[in-house]
C-alpha cells in the first residue's frame, strides 16, 4: 500500500513539474508535432536528414585530419627535442 501511495504521489509531483517548466504550451506542442508529420510524410525530412548527416560527416573528417595533423606535429618536435 504505500508503494502505490508513493508512487501516485510521485506521479502526481512529476506531472505538475513538468506542467510548470514546459517550454511551450500544449496547443503550441501538438502544433508543432502535427508539422513535423507532414514533414515526415512528405519525404523532404529524410533528404534534409540525409544532407545534415552528410555535413556532420564531412565537418568530422576536417576535424579529424586538422587533429591528426597537429598531432603528428607536436610527436615530431618532441622526438626532435624541440619542444
Given at each position: 500500500m504505500k508503494f502505490i501511495l508513493g508512487l501516485l504521489l510521485?506521479?502526481?509531483i512529476g506531472v505538475g513539474i513538468g506542467l510548470l517548466i514546459a517550454p511551450q504550451s500544449g496547443e503550441?506542442?501538438?502544433a508543432q508535432l502535427n508539422e513535423q508529420g507532414?514533414?515526415?510524410r512528405s519525404?523532404?525530412?529524410?533528404?534534409?536528414?540525409?544532407?545534415?548527416?552528410?555535413?556532420?560527416?564531412?565537418?568530422?573528417?576536417?576535424?579529424?585530419?586538422?587533429?591528426?595533423d597537429d598531432?603528428?606535429?607536436?610527436?615530431?618536435?618532441?622526438?626532435?627535442?624541440?619542444?
Open positions: 510521485g506521479l502526481g503550441a506542442t501538438r507532414v514533414l515526415l519525404g523532404n525530412f529524410s533528404e534534409e536528414i540525409r544532407a545534415r548527416a552528410q555535413e556532420a560527416l564531412t565537418q568530422g573528417r576536417q576535424l579529424y585530419s586538422r587533429t591528426k598531432l603528428t606535429d607536436r610527436y615530431t618536435q618532441a622526438r626532435s627535442g624541440n619542444l
